[in-house]
Nanobody, 117 residues
Framework: VQLQASGGGFVQAGGSLRLSCAASGITLSKYDMAWYRQAPEVQRELVASISWRGLKKYADSVKGGFVISRDNDKSTVYLQMNSLSPEDTAVYYC????????????WGQGTQVTVSS
């Protein structure tokens, strides 16, 4: 299983970025997918998730600004991030869990997002 995250970068406050997570070695439609983030000296936190059925959940801190989506045909998950603030600065990680065994966890390598004030 490989999860390749991309799309991070440097952006000014109020700007937007779209992260992509390209999955290989799995049938994406059978996996619950999520984005996590980790800032320096802070515990990794769940940002958004989308179940294999398409049910979406968001952290309170990003509701209204971030949108998670998936394209099973392209085996890719996206995170559209709007109205970014410096507090969103972190390394963002893609996560995959098979719907038949949520105890399993697969992680991507992370992509850095830096938001300047």
């Amino acid at each position: 299983v490989q999860l390749q995250a991309s799309g991070g970068g440097f952006v000014q406050a109020g700007g937007s970025l779209r992260l992509s997570c390209a999955a290989s070695g799995i049938t994406l439609s059978k996996y619950d997918m999520a984005w996590y983030r980790q800032a320096p000296e802070v515990q990794r936190e769940l940002v958004a998730s989308i179940s294999w059925r398409g049910l979406k959940k968001y952290a309170d801190s990003v509701k209204g600004g971030f949108v998670i989506s998936r394209d099973n045909d392209k085996s890719t998950v996206y995170l559209q991030m709007n109205s970014l603030s410096p507090e969103d600065t972190a390394v963002y990680y893609c996560n995959a869990r098979p719907n038949w065994d949520p105890r399993r966890n697969y992680w991507g390598q992370g992509t850095q997002v830096t938001v300047s004030s």
